[in-house]
């Protein structure tokens, strides 16, 4: 099964795609959409949507899974925030995917183990688990790591459903 | 020219829709576009962008006017009112409409004539201004107010570039 994690941004939208064979992960591809801030707004939010639709349609992924923000610290960068988010949420939906979320806490706890990992321990851990030459952007590991996480809880939920079937 | 104000949520998207002939407005249309909060997200960003693109399509208007929002308080509802106006900017951008924002002091200003003005005295004055049968739904009436304050802005600049050609 293919994923494609997004985390997405107003200036920088980094995505990765990976394959799911049993307990095997195999890295895809991963890179970033960026807008210029120079631009108004609606048309970077059109640049990140046309972008990740290429993305869709390029490597026709079975489902998505985004990481759920919640910023408790500045309210009009999570408005702007809010609104890349939103074309990225639609993006998958326009491409009849089913979308997945998870907290920041669950995505470094199934790369790393730690809930409280930071940046460079998640890009390292994504680094090795996906066996890359070298360790991804920054948004583009993000990405990555959501896209382990939701193949993660999926072996988890088959082996909960299995375990329930006995 | 015909104007279509957004005034984007997540639960409630009101639009309006005026026409301006001259120097006078002609209310064509109001509503809003309701989401299902027991629906995911995704699904409810999709029923505001079909939603919109249904009424562009229908209506086919000329420009797109949405109110700019500084909400100081409550970065998590930042955070999901920005999803849906990223989407109703989609909609908009989609449909190759030129995309105007005024601040909520800019439209009360416009309206009311005072930028510090209630809900109420904004809902009354869109009634009065438009003569409405009756006081337009909170969501429409502010999605015809920032249509209306486009409208004037617009006036405004077409002034300002007469004169300077005197």
Same mark, same amino acid.
């Given at each position: 099964?293919?994923? *494609?994690?997004?985390?997405?941004?107003?200036?920088?939208?980094?995505?990765?795609?990976?394959?799911?064979? !049993?307990?095997? *992960?195999?890295?895809?591809?991963? !890179?970033?959409?960026?807008?210029?801030?120079?631009?108004?707004?609606?048309?970077? *939010? &059109?640049?990140?949507?046309?972008?990740?639709?290429?993305?869709?349609?390029?490597?026709?992924?079975?489902?998505?899974?985004?990481?759920?923000?919640?910023?408790?610290?500045?309210?009009?960068?999570?408005?702007?925030?809010?609104?890349?988010?939103?074309?990225?949420?639609?993006?998958?939906?326009?491409?009849?995917?089913?979308?997945?979320?998870?907290?920041?806490?669950?995505?470094?706890?199934?790369?790393?183990?730690?809930?409280?990992?930071?940046? &460079?321990?998640?890009?390292?851990?994504?680094?090795?688990?996906?066996?890359?030459?070298?360790?991804?952007?920054?948004?583009?590991?993000?990405?990555?790591?959501?896209?382990?996480?939701?193949?993660?809880?999926?072996?988890?939920? &088959?082996?909960?459903?299995?375990? !329930?079937?006995?």
């Amino acid at each position: 099964m293919r994923i *494609l994690g997004i985390d997405p941004g107003t200036r920088i939208t980094g995505y990765g795609i990976i394959d799911v064979e !049993g307990n095997r *992960l195999r890295h895809i591809d991963n !890179g970033i959409v960026s807008t210029n801030s120079k631009e108004p707004l609606p048309l970077r *939010l &059109q640049t990140i949507y046309s972008g990740l639709r290429k993305i869709l349609d390029h490597y026709s992924p079975a489902c998505m899974a985004v990481e759920q923000v919640f910023m408790a610290k500045n309210p009009r960068a999570a408005l702007t925030l809010g609104h890349a988010r939103g074309v990225a949420l639609l993006a998958g939906i326009h491409s009849d995917l089913p979308i997945s979320e998870y907290s920041a806490l669950q995505v470094k706890s199934a790369v790393v183990g730690y809930g409280r990992a930071d940046k &460079q321990q998640v890009q390292q851990m994504v680094k090795a688990l996906l066996n890359l030459p070298e360790v991804a952007q920054e948004d583009a590991a993000d990405a990555l790591a959501v896209a382990i996480c939701h193949a993660n809880s999926r072996t988890l939920n &088959q082996a909960i459903t299995r375990s !329930g079937r006995r």
